[in-house]
């Protein structure tokens, strides 16, 4: 095997050639030149990455730089979405950020460099790889999260996202070291092994699990780790808030597999515990406390904390008594989950992008009174975003669910598939809400919304895909399975 192996990081090598180039260009633009072009070369740049990728799907699993960076189908699938996300994002936003004076270069480079970071912890197999991809996402969403400098309640979200995101890091980096000290190796392949054969020092394996499980939760933003999530989402700028409620999750959920899955797969009995605490609180915490919330960003951030809840089900039922034969079932679930709820939460906060305008952000729902008076074709794309999240058919949301709980009901875990539905059918009366809003009640603004022919062919996309992947699930399920196994295998 090549030690080095450059091609195998071909994307990764791509994108951060591509981010360079466009932070060079906004350089070489001056601060008085007009910004219209970096925005389309960003959305070009990301092409090359995206087909980077594409070109690798369907190769047997490769290893670069000693062992510690993996390219795999799970890598590549995440990946193709992670791209897609941001791409998705920037087009949304052109017009958002151009009416609030943030149409700076710095947004859409630092956009890029977040990819990038994303896409080296996709790819890590060594823990050092994983936490450098991490910091470089993390830093470049600290700064996004500022970028709007005349906006105290901006300002503050991005102190708060700063603060709490490095104790996330410092939960991780500290179970990260625990980790080489029980096995003597920060290759995730080598911890493994470590712990299959008896050679791991139990004790400080069970002291690092702790650390790495928190660590992982304050990324997820699942409770009780859950404070930074709805004040970052009210308080930073709705196309910076997609930025970070959507790709990153992707990011979050690989690393999560990564080392819970692959590396500490022999202590499962300890962290699935930890994980089945977390998943109940942020279901029953989400739901119950979005229903309080007037504030459309508020309500989604902890919609997103129930969400995750769903996420951590199926990462915590792929083990059954020490077996792992539902292990692949179980965590394509998740998989599947979390790329629809990333496609989903892309339509929702680009829905809000749309209905904003210089001067007024569409951030409570009572901004979307009589929405379907003023436009009918994003009322209707509203709609089916609000039910998929709520879990009704025929949308994706639905099926998603359903492939969980059918995880946790096979791992006989009946009680907590239970706790599940329940937790469900609370959270529909909030985004049942919010179609009544839409439908039912009288508009205060009778504005015309005429979003640009790019972010409403997106939106269109958006709507049709988590409506077309709950009527035909089977192909992404299918790839889903596919790369999960194969990381399993590998």
Same mark, same amino acid.
């Given at each position: 095997?090549d030690?080095?192996?450059l091609l195998?990081a071909?994307?990764?090598?791509?994108?951060?050639?591509?981010? *360079?180039?466009?932070?060079i260009?906004?350089?070489?633009?001056?601060?008085?030149a007009?910004?219209?072009?970096?925005?389309?070369?960003a959305l070009?740049?990301?092409?090359?990455?995206?087909?980077?990728?594409?070109?690798?799907?369907?190769?047997?699993?490769?290893?670069?730089?000693?062992?510690?960076?993996?390219?795999?189908?799970?890598?590549?699938?995440l990946?193709?979405c992670?791209?897609?996300?941001?791409a998705?994002?920037l087009?949304?936003?052109r017009?958002y950020i151009?009416?609030?004076q943030?149409?700076r270069?710095?947004?859409?480079?630092?956009a890029l460099? &977040?990819l990038?970071g994303q896409?080296?912890m996709i790819s890590?197999?060594n823990l050092l790889?994983?936490?450098?991809?991490l910091e470089?996402?993390?830093l &470049?969403?600290?700064?996004?999260?500022?970028l709007?400098?005349?906006?105290?309640?901006?300002?503050?979200?991005?102190i708060?996202?700063?603060?709490?995101?490095a104790?996330?890091?410092?939960?991780?980096?500290?179970?990260?070291?625990?980790?080489?000290?029980?096995?003597g190796?920060?290759d995730?392949?080598?911890i493994?092994?470590?712990?299959?054969t008896?050679?791991?020092?139990?004790t400080v394996?069970v002291?690092?699990v702790?650390f790495?499980v928190?660590g992982?939760a304050?990324k997820?933003?699942?409770?009780?780790?859950h404070?930074?999530?709805?004040?970052?989402?009210?308080?930073?700028?709705?196309?910076v808030?997609?930025?970070i409620a959507?790709a990153p999750?992707?990011?979050a959920?690989?690393?999560?597999?990564?080392?819970?899955?692959?590396?500490l797969?022999?202590?499962a009995?300890?962290?699935?515990?930890?994980l089945?605490?977390?998943?109940?609180?942020?279901?029953v915490?989400?739901n119950l406390?979005?229903i309080?919330?007037?504030?459309l960003?508020?309500?989604?951030?902890y919609?997103?904390?129930?969400?995750?809840?769903?996420?951590?089900?199926g990462?915590l039922s792929?083990v059954v008594g020490?077996d792992p034969?539902g292990a692949?079932?179980?965590?394509?679930g998740?998989l599947f989950?979390?790329?629809?709820?990333?496609l989903?939460?892309?339509?929702t906060?680009?829905?809000?992008?749309?209905?904003?305008r210089?001067g007024?952000?569409?951030e409570?729902i &009572?901004?979307?009174?009589?929405?379907?008076?003023r436009?009918?074709w994003?009322?209707l794309?509203?709609?089916v975003?609000m039910?998929?999240?709520?879990?009704?058919?025929p949308?994706?949301?639905?099926y998603?669910k359903?492939?969980v709980?059918?995880s946790?009901?096979?791992a006989g875990?009946i009680?907590l598939?239970v706790?599940?539905?329940?937790a469900s059918?609370?959270?529909?009366?909030?985004y049942?809400?919010?179609?009544?809003?839409?439908y039912?009640?009288?508009?205060e603004?009778?504005?015309l919304?005429?979003p640009?022919a790019?972010?409403?062919?997106?939106m269109g996309v958006?709507?049709?895909?988590v409506l077309l992947l709950?009527?035909?699930?089977?192909?992404?399920m299918?790839? *889903?399975?596919?790369?999960?196994?194969?990381a399993?295998?590998?």
């Amino acid at each position: 095997m090549d030690k080095l192996n450059l091609l195998a990081a071909l994307p990764e090598i791509v994108l951060l050639l591509v981010a *360079c180039v466009v932070l060079i260009a906004d350089v070489v633009r001056g601060r008085g030149a007009p910004v219209s072009g970096i925005d389309r070369l960003a959305l070009i740049a990301l092409f090359a990455p995206f087909f980077a990728v594409l070109s690798q799907t369907g190769s047997p699993t490769e290893y670069a730089f000693n062992g510690m960076y993996v390219a795999d189908e799970f890598a590549r699938l995440l990946k193709l979405c992670a791209c897609v996300a941001t791409a998705v994002t920037l087009l949304y936003a052109r017009a958002y950020i151009a009416e609030r004076q943030m149409y700076r270069g710095e947004f859409y480079t630092l956009a890029l460099f &977040s990819l990038l970071g994303q896409m080296v912890m996709i790819s890590s197999n060594n823990l050092l790889v994983t936490y450098m991809g991490l910091e470089l996402m993390s830093l &470049s969403l600290y700064a996004l999260a500022a970028l709007r400098r005349d906006s105290g309640r901006a300002t503050e979200a991005a102190i708060k996202y700063f603060v709490l995101g490095a104790l996330a890091s410092g939960f991780l980096l500290y179970g990260m070291s625990m980790l080489y000290g029980g096995t003597g190796s920060l290759d995730l392949p080598d911890i493994a092994k470590a712990i299959a054969t008896g050679q791991a020092n139990r004790t400080v394996m069970v002291f690092g699990v702790v650390f790495i499980v928190a660590g992982l939760a304050f990324k997820f933003g699942a409770v009780p780790f859950h404070m930074w999530v709805p004040d970052v989402y009210h308080g930073t700028p709705t196309a910076v808030t997609l930025l970070i409620a959507g790709a990153p999750k992707l990011a979050a959920f690989a690393i999560a597999f990564r080392i819970l899955a692959e590396g500490l797969i022999g202590v499962a009995a300890d962290w699935q515990q930890m994980l089945t605490v977390l998943s109940v609180a942020s279901l029953v915490v989400g739901n119950l406390v979005a229903i309080a919330q007037t504030n459309l960003k508020r309500m989604l951030a902890y919609s997103t904390i129930a969400q995750v809840g769903f996420v951590l089900l199926g990462l915590l039922s792929g083990v059954v008594g020490g077996d792992p034969k539902g292990a692949p079932e179980a965590y394509s679930g998740s998989l599947f989950y979390i790329i629809t709820y990333v496609l989903t939460t892309l339509g929702t906060f680009g829905l809000i992008q749309m209905m904003a305008r210089a001067g007024f952000e569409a951030e409570e729902i &009572s901004d979307l009174r009589g929405l379907n008076r003023r436009s009918p074709w994003m009322a209707l794309v509203a709609l089916v975003l609000m039910f998929s999240l709520a879990g009704i058919p025929p949308t994706v949301g639905f099926y998603a669910k359903l492939a969980v709980i059918q995880s946790v009901v096979a791992a006989g875990m009946i009680w907590l598939a239970v706790l599940a539905v329940l937790a469900s059918l609370v959270g529909a009366f909030y985004y049942l809400r919010v179609v009544k809003t839409i439908y039912f009640d009288e508009p205060e603004d009778t504005a015309l919304l005429a979003p640009g022919a790019a972010a409403r062919a997106a939106m269109g996309v958006n709507g049709a895909l988590v409506l077309l992947l709950g009527v035909l699930p089977s192909p992404l399920m299918s790839a *889903c399975l596919n790369a999960i196994r194969q990381a399993l295998a590998s």
